[in-house]
């Protein structure tokens, strides 16, 4: 989700964590084309007006770089009919004129990701663990286990960086929680439950990691 109005940016990573949908945001250009140089993404939510690399300018750079590539839904503003064609010829797969109803964003979603034959079909695993997007379903060794909804979007988020630290803040955004304050014990709390569902599958009690002060990781250390 690149757009640089932080209001309306996290009340949509909220809506599309709702949705069922593992989602990062960024506020400007430059950012967003390092988080996509960082991980593979199904699709960007591009506001077209950004400070500094505008959307347009950040799609055609997009588009010029090797490799995997994600679908581009660009947001336009009322009116600006010219906006929506150079969205289109600068490589954006369709686009969506704001304010727009939440019913048609998610529609506009769920055809673009179906008719382009995502989500991608990106190695959501670690050691013994595998998880579908989008499924409240985790397999360790082949065996299922039901986790939540909530805990299922923290565990994607984690394993979409394979050992690396995930802030809380980014915990928290891609996750869906509401306010801050709230959000960052209900965090704890997702991956206390998490860790102990982990625990019972047979998995080392310290697979998700505390980093202290940062964040939390997938521990490689915990999977010899
Ligand atoms: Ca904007």
Known sequence: MVEDDSQ??????????????????????????????????????????????DGLELCRRLRQQPGHQPLVLMLTARD???????????????YLVKPFEP????????????????????DLSWGPLRLIPGQSLLWIEGQPLGITRKEA?????????QGQCCSKQELLTGSSASSREVGEATIKA?????????????????????????????????LA
């Open 8 to 53: 309306l940016r996290s009340a949509l990573i909220q809506l599309l964590g709702r949705w069922g949908y593992a989602c990062e945001g960024s506020g400007d250009g430059a950012s967003a084309l390092a988080l996509l140089a960082a991980q593979p993404f199904d699709l960007v939510l591009l506001d077209l007006g950004l400070p500094g690399l």
């Open 190 to 222: 997702h991956i206390r439950n998490l860790r102990s569902k982990l625990t019972s599958a047979g998995c080392r009690a310290d697979l998700i990691e505390t980093v202290y002060g940062l964040g939390y990781r997938l521990n490689p250390n915990a």
């Open 80 to 94: 600006a009919s010219g906006d929506k064609v150079r969205g289109l010829d600068g490589g954006a797969d369709d």
């Open 103 to 122: 019913a048609v964003l998610q529609a506009q979603l769920r055809a673009l990701l179906r008719r382009r034959g995502r989500p991608l079909d990106v």
């Open 153 to 161: 979007l923290l565990l994607e988020l984690l394993l979409q960086r």
